[in-house]
């Protein structure tokens, strides 16, 4: 069976995937094969790691060393995403690290394959830029998402590590929800709720009860009885003889509960201030701080999973943590700044040869925000998606286009009249019946051309202006 | 005139009966009778009474630290929620030691009421320290001896208590009845009863002086000389090892004084282990509150006494297994005092009405009540005084003496047509301690 698949740097088929095995000697489940590398040590591991297309741990590794692989290949950016599979004899806990137990080298192929297939999905250039991107790009590219683990001996108790691995140790947490509120992550199931100290975080906490009034923890409980025959009430300690109770009061001998006495309630008795309460306090002690507070003002924390958005997707196709016009910038795209150096050389050089004609279209998507609210951003993104698949059939390999803060896109057209820039308007215009959605996606277009409408002194900062104010209004 | 003629015939008769020559002639008749059968008997009692009296005076209030570990069998039925009070008075024992409860709900697929408010307790208890709880369902009925035979299966002490579902304990209960397990000699202890309904009605102040009459008074007095009659269901201390020795509770009714028996077929054989009562390891126990139920009662228990003594133990009254003095003691507070008696009041009483005229019957029966009155009151006075642990309480109940001659002579009557009934009419397969499906296969 030979799959191939397309990516960025073109057409790979399933021969040339090339998987690493880490092994663990004298401990391999899989026979060696062709196509896969050993390696039997960390540092070669790291070595080679960048001309691979997945990983394999084969072996009984302890969980510090598959740790110590796994940190290595996520924490470098340029292999953060691939899969690390691991040998049915990991245990299980550390099999977690991994992107699961594999049967056989078969399975492993097929399913870097399967990965590697959906490649598209990850702009590879974006890696390097930040960490955003790297965690991105690991969940685009996988079923799961982001799990918590619990680390007992840990201060947060829950972690993710392959969260750490990928963007360092700090503030993991805080992260992760910077994420979710940005909307590049969506919250996965509740896991837990756990309550920290309020000073340093920590989950390790004490609860104790103590004297009300003088905070002591030396607090006894003490039983009451009630004497029936003289009605008063008091500690059992008061009541206790040599030969039983007898009432401090009344000297009756209590004998038979229920009819001689009962025991009326329970209370408790400070060993410090000799203070008499029924309830005690409860306070927290912090084991890692030994700051004390009142359960009320611990820190309370809810522990959810993580998966990826359709935004976060977005983001991590695209390389730019944007919005869904990002989508568009694959069609020749050059960044504004340069669109505006491009279009000014075009001017003058219009208006020193006349001939040489040029256009430029803004296209707005008047309803984008509608459409997106009734739709979802997901719907909305897949439909900016077929449009600019639309477009880029549309325009031609010389035409440049940008996009302006406000998603506004421009095209600007070289050697085309007003006849050629209204054909390609119209075709634009003519995508939108293409959309099955309703709402459809309204375009607004403003076409400019160099052969009927260019002032005196015109530059590409008064012509865009003068394009984006008719847009816009 | 509205009071008829023959009336004043009867009180006429009355009143001079006791001058006339043939009541005289009757009474020395029965004097031999009673001189004979009763007063050896409360004699005997009496002086037990005065030795333990004696004892107890000298006796240290607290004891060494022997603290053996405890099971109490609680052998429940449809007590429904009084059981709690039975749990809750066991947990709250003044005992350092170790208690494990164990409430056996016998039937408890149709008793779900007794049962869960048995289970209901065992927050309750497990809190307080040393004291578990291990309530045993037994979902199908069985009877008591099925139900403590289970119970044996889970129990787990050195000290078994066989007790009832429907009795509380005083606080000091375990801590007097386990001090006596101190002496390796004492096989089993009989604890007191007393009557916790006492203030319900007529009847159960009745029978709360007859129980401190026959089981405070009477089985203290029989223990100082080793002859304790019966180890009461409701209330019986078990070494472990004795319990395993005769193996456990056998089948059919009156299951008490069957294991008494059988433990003292025992007492011939190995003669260093005894039977103690303890008249202050006491237990509160609910009574029938009206006549017609307490007749019902008795019917059964007199009934299963006579069943005991002539059809399944009759072996045991033999020299060669209880020794001589059990021997006499059986024959003559079981069988003559218990059964004979009985029979022969109702003979003689019948005799009297056939053969003489009703006033001097009447005056003759007039002297009797009073020869017993004055019997009664002196004894229950000696009695309290040297015995009660609540004096006041059952000084109280002095009010009621009169009554008692004729409550007692009403149960003797009783008494006779139990036992005439159990001997003809197989009456302890008539019981409600165990289902007929179970008393039918028993052997005897």
Redesign the interface.
């Given at each position: 069976m030979v799959v191939a698949f397309t990516s960025e740097e073109g057409v790979i088929s399933m021969e040339e995937i090339r998987l690493l095995r880490f092994v663990n000697c004298g401990n391999i489940s899989f026979a060696p094969q062709d196509g896969v590398i050993d390696v039997d040590t960390l540092e070669d591991l790291v070595a080679k790691i960048r001309s691979v297309h997945g990983v394999i741990l084969d072996g009984d590794f302890s969980k510090e060393t598959v740790l110590m692989a796994v940190k290595e290949i996520r924490k470098i950016p340029e292999t953060c995403y691939l899969p690390v599979f691991c040998s049915p004899s990991l245990d299980s806990d550390s099999a977690l690290f991994t992107d699961g137990a594999i049967k056989s080298l078969d399975q492993a192929w097929e399913k870097t394959a399967d990965m590697w297939g959906k490649l598209n999905e990850v702009d590879r250039g974006s890696l390097e830029l930040s960490r955003d991107f790297r965690l991105l790009a690991y969940l685009a590219l996988r079923q799961e998402g982001l799990n918590p683990l619990l680390q007992p001996f840990t201060c947060d108790a829950y972690r993710y590590p392959i969260a750490e691995f990928l963007g360092g140790e700090s503030e993991t947490r805080q992260w992760l929800r910077n994420l979710r509120d940005r909307g590049l992550l969506s919250q996965g199931p509740l896991i837990d709720r756990i309550r920290s100290c309020p000073k340093c975080q920590c989950t390790h906490l004490n609860y104790i009860d103590v004297c009300p009034n003088c905070g002591s923890i030396d607090i006894v409980p003490k039983e009451f009885i009630h004497c029936f025959t003289c009605g008063r009430v008091g500690p059992v300690d008061d009541f206790l003889q040599e030969n039983g109770y007898r009432c401090p009061f009344c000297g009756t001998h209590l004998r038979h509960l229920g009819s001689d006495y009962d025991h009326p309630l329970e209370s408790f008795l400070c060993n410090d201030c000799g203070h008499k309460f029924i309830e005690a306090h409860v306070v927290v002690d912090c084991l890692s701080c030994q700051t004390r507070s009142d359960p009320e003002e611990l820190l309370v924390n809810t522990i959810h999973g993580y998966r990826i958005s359709e935004k976060g997707r977005a983001a991590a196709r695209v390389g730019s943590i944007d919005d869904v016009y990002a989508l568009l910038d694959r069609l020749n795209y050059v960044i504004p700044a340069y669109f505006n150096q491009l279009l000014d050389w075009m001017i003058l050089l219009n208006r020193r040869y006349p001939d040489q004609t040029f256009s430029v279209v803004g296209v707005r998507f008047v309803n984008l925000i509608q459409v997106s609210e009734k739709l979802g951003r997901h719907r909305a993104s897949q439909i900016v998606d077929a449009l600019a698949e639309r477009l880029r059939q549309l325009i031609r390999n010389t035409d440049v286009t940008t996009r302006t803060a406000t998603g506004i896109l421009l095209l600007l057209l070289p050697m085309t009249d007003e006849a050629g820039a209204s054909v390609v308007g119209g075709r634009i215009l003519e995508l939108v019946n293409l959309a099955e959605t309703s709402p459809k996606p309204q375009f607004q277009l403003v076409a400019f051309s160099s052969s009927q409408n260019m002032r005196e002194g015109e530059s590409a900062s008064s012509l865009l202006a003068r394009i984006l104010g008719e847009l816009e209004s | 005139m509205l009071i008829p003629e023959p009336f004043f015939q009867i009180i006429a008769l009355v009143l001079e009966a006791p001058l006339v020559s043939e009541t005289w002639e009757i009474i020395l008749r029965f004097i031999p009778f009673v001189l004979f059968l009763e007063m050896p008997v409360y004699l005997l009692i009496l002086m037990g009474v005065l030795r333990y009296g004696l004892l107890r005076m000298n006796e240290v209030?607290?004891r060494s630290s022997y603290y053996p570990s405890v099971s109490c069998l609680i052998t429940c039925y449809s007590e429904g929620e009084a059981v709690q009070?039975t749990i809750?008075?066991l947990s709250?024992q003044?005992y350092p030691g170790r208690i494990q409860i164990v409430p056996i709900i016998d039937g408890a697929a149709a008793n779900k009421e007794t049962y869960s408010a048995a289970l209901s307790m065992k927050d309750e208890v497990d809190r307080l320290p040393n004291r578990v709880l291990k309530v045993v369902p037994k979902w199908q009925r069985g009877g008591r001896v099925s139900a403590l035979n289970t119970g044996m299966n889970f129990a787990d002490g050195e000290i078994i208590m066989a007790l009832d579902g429907d009795t509380?304990?005083?606080?000091?209960m375990v801590e007097r009845a386990t001090r006596h397990f101190e002496n390796p000699t004492v096989g089993c202890v009989a604890g007191c009863l007393r009557v916790?309904n006492v203030r319900a009605s007529l009847v159960t102040r009745l029978q709360a002086i007859e129980y401190f009459f026959s089981i405070q008074a009477a089985k203290t007095g029989l223990s100082a000389f080793g002859l304790v009659n019966n180890i009461s269901g409701a209330f019986g201390v078990f070494r472990r090892s004795v319990l395993e020795l005769i193996g456990g509770w056998d089948a059919g009714t009156a299951e008490d004084l069957d294991i008494t028996l059988r433990v003292k077929n025992y007492l011939g054989r190995y003669h260093c282990f005894r039977i103690v009562f303890d008249p202050e390891a006491?237990g509160?126990t609910h009574v029938p509150d009206t006549f017609r139920d307490f007749f019902k009662q008795r019917l059964r228990w007199d009934g299963d006494l006579s069943f005991m003594y002539f059809r399944k133990h009759w072996r045991t009254f033999s020299p060669r297994l209880v020794g001589w003095k059990n021997f006499i003691a059986l024959l003559w507070t079981g069988l003559l005092f218990q059964v004979v008696m009985p029979v022969v009041v109702v003979i003689y009483t019948a005799y009297l009405f056939i053969a003489y005229p009703l006033g001097v019957v009447a005056g003759t029966m007039a002297l009797v009540y009073l020869f017993y009155l004055a019997a009664m009151v002196i004894l229950f006075l000696v009695f309290v005084l040297l015995l009660s642990?609540?004096p006041r309480q059952d000084l109280l109940l002095v009010f009621w003496l009169p009554l008692v001659p004729i409550f007692a002579f009403a149960n003797r009557i009783h008494g006779a047509f139990s036992a005439l009934w159990e001997i003809f009419g197989l009456g302890h397969q008539d019981t409600n301690m165990a289902p007929w499906w179970v008393t039918k296969k028993s052997k005897f």
């Open positions: - | 209030p607290w009070q809750r008075s709250r003044l509380s304990f005083d606080n000091d916790r006491m509160f642990e609540r």
